[in-house]
């Protein structure tokens, strides 16, 4: 089954990747950006790193037919250097008319900090601004349920932000609801330590339904696994869920969210016509 993986990290993976990636189904992929492993100490640190991202990354990609998309802010880990994040968000307007760019993110709380916080809103604000479409991470673990509880606060300071443009990410059994209720999309991120696991992920969509719903791989630096996709759509199906419900989920859910951005011009794989 061919699926899109709307939240992976690429940068962090090999061309080996790539070429897997391909040979599993995956036909295309979204790359927030994120924390390198360590903290970058100037905004030129940065823009080299959007430049990666826009003009690097989607050409490895188009080695193995893969479609590349990105989104564009400093994460939630450097946020706390205030002064450092004011220059980087200053310079994401020039990145976001480029081609495959989404919008602004992954924005949101590490440790839910005030620094943090300042960060998240001036983004929102850019986002908000400029009509971008928003991608947002979620704190990890014990910080997750008081995290997503104020960003969801948080944005309803901003009563011209569509909801159905914002994309929640790395939901849990215990988030998700108020997520959805909100009217906001819901990203389910499969990790092997943390987070969700392909089994956990699909009781969320036995529960909740497949609308507004994401799964990703999230694959970056530390314990991931790109392919995790895969495992989920092989999880619903030994639980006899049919290929179109699958699908919805891995594929046409991710086509939709993204379907939104101007930059989103995605060319789905001619399907050749069987002999008769």
């Given at each position: 089954m061919e699926y899109f993986d709307p939240h992976i990290h690429m940068v962090s993976r090999t061309t080996d990747d790539y070429e897997t990636l391909a040979k599993m189904g995956c036909v295309g992929m979204s790359e927030p950006?994120?924390?390198?492993?360590?903290?970058?100490?100037?905004?030129?640190?940065?823009?080299?790193?959007?430049?990666?991202?826009t003009e690097f990354e989607p050409k490895r990609a188009g080695w193995y037919g893969l479609q590349h998309f990105t989104w564009i802010c400093i994460n939630a880990k450097e946020a706390e250097n205030v002064r450092l994040s004011r220059e980087v968000i200053a310079m994401i307007p020039e990145f976001l008319q480029l081609p495959g760019v989404l919008g602004i993110g992954e924005i949101g709380l590490n440790k839910n900090t005030r620094n943090e916080s300042i960060i998240?809103?001036?983004?929102?604000q850019l986002a908000t601004k400029l009509g971008e479409q928003v991608l947002i991470h979620t704190p990890h673990l014990q910080d997750k349920y008081p995290g997503t509880r104020m960003?969801?606060?948080?944005?309803?300071?901003?009563?011209?932000?569509?909801?159905?443009?914002?994309?929640?990410?790395?939901v849990e059994e215990h988030t998700i609801r108020?997520?959805?209720?909100?009217?906001?999309?819901?990203?389910?991120?499969?990790?092997p330590t943390s987070k969700c696991t392909p089994a956990?992920?699909?009781?969320?969509?036995?529960?909740?339904?497949?609308?507004?719903?994401?799964?990703?791989?999230?694959?970056?630096?530390g314990p991931s696994k790109p392919t995790a996709v895969p495992d989920f759509i092989f999880e619903m199906r030994m639980r006899g869920h049919s290929e179109s419900l699958i699908r919805k989920v891995v594929y046409d859910n991710p086509l939709e969210f993204?379907?939104?951005?101007?930059?989103?011009l995605f060319t789905p794989r001619e399907i050749p016509e069987t002999a008769s």
């Open positions: 950006a994120f924390w390198a492993g360590f903290d970058r100490g100037s905004a030129d640190g940065f823009r080299d790193y959007f430049r990666q991202l998240f809103l001036e983004h929102c960003i969801l606060d948080m944005l309803d300071d901003f009563s011209d932000l569509d909801h159905t443009r914002v994309c929640v990410d790395h108020p997520v959805l209720e909100r009217g906001y999309w819901a990203g389910m991120t499969l990790y956990r992920a699909a009781d969320m969509v036995e529960l909740y339904g497949p609308d507004r719903l994401l799964v990703n791989s999230a694959g970056d630096w993204f379907r939104q951005s101007r930059n989103f």
